[in-house]
């Protein structure tokens, strides 16, 4: 099968999820972009891609490194807005993360814990807790040890339930 075959057959089965990863991970509405850039890259890199990994979480792998540049971009960009600069060239859109999602109250603050918690605890969470991946998988999408995975996914839940005030529902 050709490249094209392979990734479009990837879309079609992975989007949603790497889109909803995406949406947690950087808690905004305009990733559709990175979604479609996530496999463009996967299209680039195919010959870098094991025939015995699965396609799910190099994928996932791809996603988490496209997310720490967009943060990387945004912190830079946050900077520059101390320079008084109009840019008319950013979209705008109504639709939040919540919205897209559609979050009731309680799953909202769910997701509001979520993203305020540090990165590693907020990967692990999602991969584990939301995506249910296994422990190897998210080692593999993390490039953790299994142990770290288990220990930071233990430690992500603690402070979860801190943040939620101690009604986390295992």
């Keep these: 099968m050709d490249k094209e075959k392979i990734i479009t057959e990837w879309f079609y089965q992975y989007s949603d999820d790497i889109y909803n990863f995406l949406i947690y991970r950087l808690g905004t509405a305009d ?4 979604v479609q850039e996530v496999f463009i890259r996967a299209m680039n890199g195919m010959d870098q891609f094991q025939e015995n990994a699965s396609p799910k979480t190099w994928l996932y792998s791809i996603a988490k490194n496209m997310a720490i540049d967009e943060i990387r971009r945004r912190n830079r960009k946050k900077w520059k807005s101390i320079i008084p600069f109009q840019s008319f060239h950013e979209p ?6 919540e ?10 603050e769910l997701y509001d814990a979520i993203l ?10 999602i ?13 593999e999408i993390l490039g953790w ?23 986390l529902h295992e």
């Excluded at 990733?31 to 990175?34: G, N, R, S, T």
């Design 145 to 167: 040890t299994e142990n770290k995975v288990r220990s930071t996914y233990h430690r992500s839940k603690k402070a979860l339930k801190n943040k939620l005030g101690g009604h």
């Design 116 to 125: 305020s918690l540090k990165s590693g605890y907020k990967e692990v969470l």
């Design 127 to 139: 991969l584990r807790g939301i995506k249910l991946f296994s422990v190897a998988e998210t080692a």
């Design 92 to 97: 705008s859109t109504d639709a939040t993360p």
């Design 99 to 108: 919205k897209l999602l559609n979050l009731n109250e309680e799953n909202k």
């Design 31 to 34: 990733v559709e972009d990175l």
